[in-house]
C-alpha cells in the first residue's frame, strides 16, 4: 500500500510563494492536481518516476515546478507568483506506471490534501 503525505499548505498574500512536499515510495510517475471550492478536481502538474520529464497545467507553466528526490523518496511542488486563483486544496497522486500524466484517471493512490490560501 503506498501512502502519500502532503506539507508545505498555508496562508500566503499574493505574488508570495509556497513549496509542498509529498512523501512517497515506490517507482511511479507522481502528479500534483488541486481542487477549488465548488470546483472539479483538476490537474496541475506531473513528473516521470527518473523526473526527465514534466507535464504542467497552462494555467500554472513559467510559475510552478514539479521535482522529486528518490533518494527522500520526496516529490516537491516549488510555487511562485502565486495568485488568489491558486486557492485550493493541492493533492499528491501516484500513478500505475512510471510515466507522468495529466489523467486522474490514470492515478492509483492519493494523498489526503493540502490547503493552499492565496490572499489578494
Not at 92 to 118: I, K, L
Request: glycine share 12%; aromatic share 12%.
Amino acid at each position: 500500500q503506498v501512502q502519500l503525505v502532503e506539507s508545505g499548505g498555508g496562508l500566503v498574500q499574493a505574488g508570495g510563494s509556497l513549496r509542498l512536499s509529498c512523501a512517497a515510495s515506490g517507482r511511479y510517475g507522481m502528479g500534483w492536481f488541486r481542487q477549488a471550492p465548488g470546483k472539479e478536481r483538476e490537474f496541475v502538474a506531473s513528473i516521470s518516476w527518473t523526473g526527465a520529464r514534466t507535464y504542467y497545467a497552462d494555467s500554472v507553466k513559467g510559475r510552478f515546478t514539479i521535482s522529486r528526490d528518490n533518494g527522500k523518496n520526496t516529490v516537491y511542488l516549488q510555487m511562485i507568483s502565486l495568485k488568489p486563483e491558486d486557492t485550493a486544496v493541492y493533492y499528491c497522486a501516484a500513478g500505475s506506471t512510471s510515466s507522468p500524466t495529466y489523467n486522474a484517471a490514470e492515478y492509483v493512490h492519493w494523498g489526503q490534501g493540502t490547503q493552499v490560501t492565496v490572499s489578494s
